[in-house]
C-alpha cells in the first residue's frame, strides 16, 4: 500500500481550523510552504507519525524499567511487575490507565533468545494477556476469551528464531525484540479479592529460555540518571526535535524491524535518511525542518480523532474504533492510538468508547453537572465486564475525595425503581442518597471513557451497531 498524505493527515485548511480554534498557529513564521511545501518536508512528516508508536514504546520501556528492583508500577527488564492495587491520581506511566483491573505486565528483549512466560490456572476469573510488539500490535493474546483459564506454558520466540520448541510450551512468535506484555486481571477491589488475584500473580513465572527448570531470580536493574522519571512519556516524545527523533527511530528498527508490509512506506522514508537497520544521518534534513515536523506530526496524529476517514464511529458525542491492538499500514490510526491509549487491546477483548465533549461546541467542565443513563436492560453488552472512567484533559485520573476513578458494576452502583442507572457526573457529591453513582470530576475541563471488555459479538453488540451508547447530559 502506498502511503499517501491523505493517508497520514488533512490539508491546510482543517490544520489551520485547528490553529484557529485552539488559540495557536501550527507553527511560527511562514506555515503554508510547510503544509502543502516540499515533498521531503512531507515526507518528514510522514516518518513522524509511522514512527511515533515504537519510538513512544521506547521512552515508555525506559522510564517503566528504570529502577534496581520492582517498585509500584515499575520494575527491570524481564521482571514481572504485580500491581497490586488500583491505579491512582498520581500514576503517570501511561495515559489512560484503567481501575478496573490488576495489573500484570512487564518489558522484556526476545532479540537474543526466547523468554518463557508460565501462566497459572486462572480458574473463571476474567483476564488478558495482551503481548505488544514494539511497534504497538498485539500480535497475541492469551487470555479467558482465546485460551481459557487452565495453566499453560509459552514461548515467545524472536523475529530470527527458529529453533525448536520444548514439549509442553505453545510458541508464540513475536515481530520484535522488544515485548511488553501487558497482562490485566479483573479484581473487585475487595480485601479478599485482592488476596485472591496477588496469589494467582505470584504464580507466575517469566525467564529465559536458557533458565527454564533451574531456579531462577531475575538480575537487578541498572537505574540510569540521565532518564527522565517525572514528565509524562508522551510529553518527552512530543519535545523530541526532528534530528533527535530520527537518531532515535533508526536506532529501535535494528532490532525491532518494520513488518514486510510497510515496504513501500520504507522506500519513501530512504528519501530523507531513514532505512531499516542503517544510522540516521541528520544532515540530510533542512535544519529548519527540527522544530516543525514535530509539531506538525503530532497535530496530524490528533486531527486524526475529528477526521478519520472511517476509522472512527461517533455517535451521541462518543467517539470509538474497532481499528485497535493491529494496524496493518494504517499508520496514522496507530499512532492516535498510541498518543491517547498506548496499550489498546483488541476490539475482540476491549472496545474504549471516548467522549471529549458532550456537544461539538461546548468542553466538559466541573463547573456544570452531567447524568449518563443506562434504560433497564441497556448497560453495556459485554461477557467480561465494562467501566465509566473519569480523565483529566491529560488522559489521567483525577483526584477527588472518594477515590473513585469509575463507575462500574464493581462500585456497586443503586439502580432506579424502574432497572435504570443514572449516573451523575460533577465535581461536587450529588448528596448522600445518590453518592453509590457518582463519578466525581475535576473543577475544569475532562475527559470520560466507557471500557467494554470482551463485548458481545452478537446482538445487542457495540462492534456491529445494534447497541448504542447513551450521551452524557447537562443538567
Known sequence: MTITRRAFGLGTASLLALAAATGRGLAEGPVLDFVEGTEEFGTAVDAYIYGYPLVTMELT?????NVAEPVGTRGPMGTIIKLREYPDASFRDITAPNADTLYTTAFFDVGDEPWVLDQPDMGDRYFLLPLLSGW?????????????????????????WSGSVPDGMVELKSPTAMVWLLGRIYCTGTPEDYAAVHKLQDAFKLQPLSTWGKDYTPPAGKVDPSIDMKTPTRD???????????????????????????????????????????????????ERFDKRVPALGYDRIMLHFIDSDGDMTRENGWSFTIKAGTYGTNYIQRALITAIGLGANRPQDAIYPTSLKPDLVQDYSGEHKYTMVFPKGQTPPVKGFWSLTMYDEQMFFV?????????????????GEDGSLTIYIQNESPGAD??????????????????????????????????KIPPVKKV
Open 61 to 65: 520501556r525506559r522510564i517503566i524499567t
Open 236 to 286: 518527552q516524545v512530543n519535545a523530541l526535535s526532528t534530528s533527535e527523533y530520527f537518531t532515535l527511530l533508526a536506532d529501535l528498527m535494528k532490532r525491532n524491524p518494520p513488518a514486510a508490509a510497510d515496504a513501500p512506506a520504507l522506500e519513501r522514508f530512504a528519501r530523507i535518511g531513514l532505512v531499516p537497520g542503517k544510522d540516521f544521518d541528520a544532515k540530510v534534513l533542512d
Open 136 to 160: 504497538t500490535d498485539v500480535f497475541e493474546v492469551p487470555g479467558s476469551r482465546t485460551t481459557g483459564g487452565a495453566a499453560k506454558t509459552f514461548l515467545i520466540t524472536g523475529p530470527g
Open 399 to 415: 483526584a477527588n475525595p472518594i477515590n473513585r476513578y469509575s463507575m462500574s458494576v464493581r462500585t456497586n452502583p443503586t439502580y
Open 434 to 467: 445518590k453518592e453509590a453513582n457518582w463519578l466525581p470530576a475535576p473543577q475544569g475541563k475532562f475527559h470520560l471513557m466507557l471500557r467494554m471488555y470482551w463485548p458481545d459479538e452478537s446482538p445487542p453488540s457495540i462492534i456491529d451497531g445494534s447497541w
